[in-house]
């Protein structure tokens, strides 16, 4: 059974950067993908990206600009950085592993408020 | 690729038959997930590949459809399934969600 939690600030500054971290605890072989999703009131759910464990990485185009996902193996942990972030993106995002298709297990999720 | 699904939200009571449409804006085959979220919860999967139940989910649940136009069916509703239903399809990247289903009980 995996467990998995975000973690990182709740706020951030316009045109700054976020930087979350998901910390896996189980399970966390090297068949899975890890991926980030958000949350938001205006856009639903929306698939930032993964990484394989191999460090493959896949993002959506729509983001593609301002994300890094990056993984730490030795720490069981990854991470996504979003730069330049203006109020759209604020959101509770998600980490989760699953196939490259799915999504099987979540985090609880972090709110994070895009805001001077 | 879009996802539209319909009706946004609905109400039924305890016992009623439920259904949720999911229609892709292109032929997906039948390369969709169906996810449960309540409220305060993340997402849980319920079905992948269309109709194949996940692994300790209700029989209660159950899922149809290829190409375009998916559903996804509660036989009787019940109170712990009161939540927001999502498709999503994996037809290629990037991977997109409908808008969801709220149900609720009458």
């Known amino acids: 059974q995996v467990q998995l939690q975000e973690s990182g600030p709740g706020l951030v500054k316009p045109s700054e950067t976020l930087s979350l971290t998901c910390t896996v605890s189980?399970?966390?072989?090297?068949?899975?993908?890890w991926s980030w999703i958000r949350q938001s009131p205006g856009k639903g759910l929306e698939w930032i990206g993964y990484?394989?464990?191999?460090?493959?990485?896949d993002y959506n185009p729509s983001l593609k600009s301002r994300v890094t996902i990056s993984r730490d193996t030795s720490k069981k942990q990854f991470s996504l950085r979003l730069t330049s972030v203006t109020a759209a993106d604020t959101a509770v995002y998600y980490c989760?592993?699953?196939?490259?298709?799915?999504?099987?297990?979540w985090g609880q999720g972090t709110l994070v408020t895009v805001s001077s | 690729i879009q996802m539209t699904q319909s009706p946004p939200s609905l109400s039924a009571s305890v016992g009623d038959r439920v259904t949720i449409t999911c229609q892709a804006s292109?032929?997906?085959?039948?390369?969709l997930n169906w996810y449960q979220q309540k409220p305060g919860e993340a997402p849980k999967l319920l079905i992948y590949?269309?109709?194949n139940l996940e692994t300790g989910v209700s029989s209660r649940f159950s899922g149809s459809g290829s190409g375009t136009d998916f559903t996804f069916t509660i036989t009787s509703l019940q109170p712990e399934d009161i939540a927001t239903y999502y498709c999503?399809?994996?037809?290629?990247?990037?991977?997109?969600f409908g808008g969801g289903t709220k149900v609720e009980i009458e």
């Open positions: 590949e269309a109709s």
């Open positions: 990484i394989h464990y191999s460090g493959n990485t």
């Open positions: 292109q032929d997906i085959k039948n390369y």
């Open positions: 989760a592993k699953g196939n490259w298709n799915d999504f099987q297990s």
């Open positions: 999503q399809h994996y037809d290629s990247l990037p991977l997109t």
């Open positions: 189980g399970d966390s072989s090297s068949l899975y993908y």
